[in-house]
């Protein structure tokens, strides 16, 4: 096969995949251990294709954060020093560098970059509708996330970046977010609302608009809202530009979505509902990793017949000669835990045998499947992140 | 402390994945079929809720769905809607023109309004339906305490109008432990109890809504006894193994392979469940709901989790 055949070849594995990738973003439902398998992703990434990696993640669990050296450091962006790879066994042939989103620093460092003067940024900065924005509403989160990625992108220090998504209410928000910003400040009704506080003139049309408004917050507040909507607007062309150029790096063919999923039932309709829409948006579906699955044997007919046998007839094994004492209990202590051995395996076979058939209901799906299993104890180190990613690279 | 199902509000949160809308629905349900005329509601429509009672899409208009159960879906524009029409009693509203995008334009300049408009909502039934308890199916964790502070974070904001006026009557409400309170809902695993923890510190810290219960959802049975898992340990042997499989006349391995792994699942997430225990204060209830291995969701899930509510509130 000669190489260009290769390379229009569709990727089958997560780790071919991610060869040839500048960008890649994970998202999927909330619990489903998104932030866990970006970390993975990027570490294996270093490992095995080298050059400069970055994870940026959004909201790591502590230990995580911990462990990869991010505790303080927030927006900038860190390397994880190589003796982490050392203490896990092994030498990689690039470098893992992690940051974490801070919404409010980068919604700050925003205004500074497209405000037309320092006196207007920090007014910006100084008003109080704009902290709330900034700060409290989850919302703002999306369209950040998105923003920041583009600078570090367009900064170009990096060979690759695995992006963890904020829990937007919504999985899809913050694809479309640098759009919905773009229009926000396009809007007609965002003129219409700074129109009296420029020129005084409302017309008879939009005044009823007014009206209500007025009465129902307020003429300060609403003078408020539209001061700092004037001061916004400064920055107008800066945003939409940037808004698009954010767009255009999502929809680029070196940027894939890694779709993270459970096989429980919600995070699975939710996993497929993102599918479709990433195909019908026309982003690049690169892969699907699925978590915390369990064990191939739970599903093995034969040996759930045995757990059955042993959860009916128990007492009666435990009885067998010989049985018991060669293990040191007595007859009913052996058949109560026969009974569990039982019992617990007809439990699992049966969530197993869901998840299968969740498995199986996901029609549609990028040509890269993979799965990892529940592991014992939480990921809160490197070690722990490679052993993740050993089961999904290839 | 009051009980929880004799508060008339509850808002069930938690971390996304921990099953929020399964544990609004059986607390929903428990509800009901005491006798109170209840009311869920679902915030982030997901359109998971009516999984949990097998029923047709719910939508803002109520409907009941059983005896004295009703449920409605938050939609923030029909809320806003009908708020300006009751509450503001600013007439022929629909005359306005593009409410819709009044409204987009609105909860994207002023911050709140979407929070303000869906708490107020919830509030009012409360105030003016007489139902005897509204279950909330609220945002995660994330966002939940911007939900509830918000007609405080309005109230500082918004000097004058009509707006300023109703916030009022919602704090009342809200910051009533005797009517209203978050039940955080939580998984045994690392970050459902870490945000846990933290949000409890957060409603403490940002919010006057009262904290009325922990429940901790999916814990997995302890398999074995006292002394039975050492008999397990020396059955989990290549002799006990050689032994089994002969009792059963055929390979078992697995069996025990399975039994291993749910006793290393609940060693783990004990620990976790330990960390929340003595994180939350100890007057605040920790309600616990076991891991279903039958169904994970649909009317009987919902009802299994009532029965295990109902008992840890000593029903």
């Not at chain 1, 076979?349 to 990892?372: G, M, S, Y």
């Not at chain 2, 509601?41 to 159960?69: S, Y």
């Not at chain 2, 100890?282 to 029965?307: C, E, K, N, W």
Request: net charge negative.
């Amino acid at each position: 096969m000669s190489q260009v055949d290769a390379a229009k070849r569709p990727q089958t594995t997560i780790g071919g995949l991610l060869a040839s990738k500048e960008i890649a973003i994970a998202c999927g439902s909330g619990g489903v251990g998104k932030t866990t398998t970006a970390a993975a992703l990027a570490a294996m990434a270093a490992v095995h294709h080298g050059g400069k990696v970055l994870v940026l993640t959004v909201d790591p669990a502590r230990r995580l954060a911990n462990a990869l050296g991010l505790e303080g450091f927030g927006n900038v962006e860190t390397r994880i020093e190589p003796d982490a790879f050392k203490s896990a066994g092994v030498r990689p042939r690039g470098e893992l560098w992690a940051a974490m989103l801070d919404t409010k620093q980068s919604w700050d460092d925003l205004v500074r970059r497209h405000a037309p003067d320092r006196q207007t940024a920090q007014r910006i900065l100084s008003n109080p509708l704009y902290q709330n924005i900034s700060g409290k509403f989850v919302q703002s989160h999306d369209y950040i996330a998105m923003e920041r990625l583009y600078e570090i992108h367009l900064e170009g220090n990096f060979d690759l970046i695995v992006v963890d998504t904020p829990p937007t209410r919504n999985a899809i928000d913050f694809i479309e977010a640098p759009q919905r910003m773009a229009e926000f400040f396009s809007s007609r009704l965002l003129r219409l609302l700074i129109a009296p506080y420029r020129s005084r003139m409302v017309n008879l049309a939009t005044r009823p608009f007014y009206q209500v408004a007025d009465r129902v917050l307020g003429s300060q507040f609403l003078e408020d809202i539209a001061e700092f909507f004037i001061l916004f607007q400064t920055m107008y062309s800066g945003f939409v530009e940037r808004a698009r150029a954010v767009e255009r790096v999502l929809h680029d063919s070196r940027t894939t979505f890694v779709v993270v999923s459970t096989l429980e039932a919600a995070p699975v309709r939710e996993a497929e509902f993102f599918i479709r829409v990433l195909s019908s948006k026309r982003f690049h579906l690169g892969g699907l990793v699925l978590n915390k699955v369990l064990p191939h044997y739970l599903l093995d007919e034969g040996a759930e017949r045995r757990a059955s046998r042993l959860y009916d007839d128990a007492p009666e094994f435990a009885a067998t000669e010989g049985f018991a004492d060669a293990l040191g209990a007595d007859r009913q202590q052996l058949a109560r835990v026969l009974y569990e051995v039982g019992e617990n395996f007809r439990n699992f076979n049966i969530v197993a045998r869901r998840e299968a058939a969740q498995r199986k209901e996901l029609a549609v799906r990028p040509d890269v499947v993979a799965t990892a299993p529940e592991f014992d104890a939480d990921i809160h180190d490197l070690p722990g992140l490679l052993r993740l990613g050993e089961r999904i690279w290839t | 402390m009051v009980d929880l199902l004799e508060r008339k509000l509850i808002f069930v949160t938690g971390k996304g994945g921990v099953g929020k809308s399964a544990i609004s629905a059986s607390l929903a349900w428990l509800g009901a079929s005491r006798g109170k005329k209840t009311l869920v509601c679902e915030v982030d429509a997901k359109g998971n809720l009516a999984d949990f009672f097998e029923t047709d899409p719910i939508h803002f208009q109520e409907r009941e769905i059983a005896p004295r159960l009703w449920a409605m879906s938050m939609d923030t524009e029909a809320s806003l809607k009908q708020y300006l029409s009751l509450q503001l009693r600013i007439p022929l509203v629909a005359r306005i023109g593009p409410l819709a995008s009044m409204f987009d334009f609105v909860a994207s300049a002023a911050p709140g309004v979407r929070e303000i408009v869906t708490v107020g909502k919830l509030c009012w039934e409360v105030k003016e339906r007489h139902y005897d308890l509204v279950v909330v199916d609220s945002s995660a964790t994330g966002h939940i305490v911007s939900q509830l502070s918000a007609p405080q974070a309005i109230n500082q904001l918004v000097q004058v109008g009509l707006v300023r006026q109703q916030t009022g009557w919602m704090l009342d409400i809200l910051e009533d432990p005797a009517t209203t309170g978050v039940a955080v809902v939580a998984t045994p695993e690392e970050m459902p109890v870490s945000e846990t923890i933290e949000l409890t510190d957060r409603l403490r810290a940002e919010t006057k809504v009262d904290l009325a219960a922990v429940v901790v959802n999916r814990v997995l049975p302890e398999l074995f006894g006292r002394g039975e898992e050492e008999v397990f340990d020396r059955l989990d042997c290549p002799e006990g193994r050689e032994r089994l499989d002969e009792v059963l006349g055929g390979p078992s391995g697995v069996l025990l392979d399975a039994a291993r792994l749910a006793v290393s699942l609940r060693r783990a997430r004990t620990e976790h469940l330990e960390r929340l225990r003595e994180a939350i204060d100890p007057a605040i209830p920790m309600l616990y709901v076991p891991y279903l291995f039958f169904r994970s969701h649909g009317l009987r899930a919902t009802h299994q989790m009532a029965d295990a509510l109902s008992a840890e509130l000593g029903y």
